[in-house]
């Protein structure tokens, strides 16, 4: 016959409290005596005690300790930084993070929302393939969400952001700079923020220098590094090729770096994203780079600002960017 479960009741008796003072330090209260705090931790570990989490969420108006994360591709490292970030937060709130992945495809996505709000999460945190604000298609109530780095247009939602505009600016004008006039633009879709923001800055700051924005030198519906590199090689093989490519994440950049490579060719490139091992590419590489881990860590933040009772208007988040060069220089001569 299997033992039954200690409870509260058993370690009050054990302790010589009340089960109040139990549920008060299990619930981390500071209003409890020092000394009797550590009699009920020893009681707690003498009896061997774990607070039923389950049952305790099922409770009206407890909250469950959990959120949730939705997140396009969990082998993208920039969805992983994301993940680290908010879950270091959650952390230091005492609650666990949960995280589905949509490998973006919005069904996919909203189902995994509507299974977080059957779960009952205190609140939730998305990445969003999803041009819909999630109210327009999920029954959500009042559970609070905080959007990360792509979100729909409607800003009745708090949204983290990275600085685009600025990435995709610094990048172009150093391109321009090192006298390229020719540069390529190689993305993914063309409808998400970000793809969009960037796409929109790409022709704003060609336009700024003066120059053209030639539609046959935009590759866009990447949505894999194999995409990226046959889009690039294609874009080579023009009769008159770019001398420089920009691509707007890290997917697009390590296919085109597949394509330059297999092609050993010079063009220039700069992309948007950092990407692992990039100082020992053969070649230099501009590099737009962020905190994804900051991007998390601020989304989760706001959050629990929100959880803890927050309702101010909804706050746009930005996370600033910086322009790298990385890899090494050509060799000339023999």
């Known amino acids: 016959m299997q033992a039954t479960r200690p409870t509260m009741r058993d370690v009050a008796l054990r302790a ?14 500071d209003k409890v005596r020092p000394e009797t705090r550590a009699r009920v931790e020893q009681a707690i570990a003498e009896t061997g005690f774990h607070r039923n989490e389950l049952a305790r969420m099922l409770r009206p108006g407890q909250i469950t300790a959990t959120i949730g994360l939705v997140i396009d591709d969990l082998a993208n490292p920039f969805s992983s930084a994301v993940a680290s970030g908010a879950g270091r937060v959650a952390g230091q709130r005492d609650h666990v993070l ?76 150093r391109l321009v700079s090192d006298g390229h006039r020719r540069i390529a633009y190689v993305g993914g879709s063309p409808t998400a923020i970000t793809g969009a923001t960037r796409l929109r800055s790409y022709r704003q700051v060609l336009q700024g220098h003066g120059l053209p924005v030639d539609p046959e030198l935009v ?16 874009l080579l093989g ?17 296919g085109a770096i597949q394509a330059l490579t297999a092609l050993d060719s010079r063009t220039a490139l700069a992309g948007f994203d950092d990407i692992e091992l990039a100082d020992l590419l053969p070649f230099e590489i501009d590099l737009v780079v962020y905190s994804p881990s900051d991007l998390g860590a601020k989304g989760a933040a706001q959050l629990f600002r929100r959880i803890d009772g927050d309702t101010g208007a909804a706050r746009t988040i930005r996370v600033p960017t910086r322009l790298d060069r990385r890899g090494r220089r050509f060799h000339t001569g023999a």
């Open 98 to 173: 949960l995280i589905g992945s949509t490998e973006r495809d919005v069904e996919t996505e909203r189902d995994l929302i509507r299974e977080f709000v059957r779960r009952q999460v205190d609140g939730l945190l998305i990445i969003s393939n999803d041009l819909k604000p999630v109210d327009e298609t999920i029954t959500i109530g009042d559970l609070p969400i905080v959007y990360i780095d792509r979100a729909p247009v409607a800003n009745r939602y708090d949204r983290v952001m990275l600085d685009n505009h600025t990435g995709v600016k610094s990048a172009l004008n």
């Open 16 to 29: 010589g409290v009340g089960v109040g003072t139990v549920s008060r330090v299990v619930n981390k209260n």
């Open 238 to 254: 023009r009769r008159r090729p770019p001398t420089a490519i920009f691509s707007d994440n890290n997917r697009m950049t390590y």
């Open 219 to 234: 590759s866009m519906h990447n949505y894999t590094a194999d995409d990226a590199r046959e889009s690039v090689i294609a």
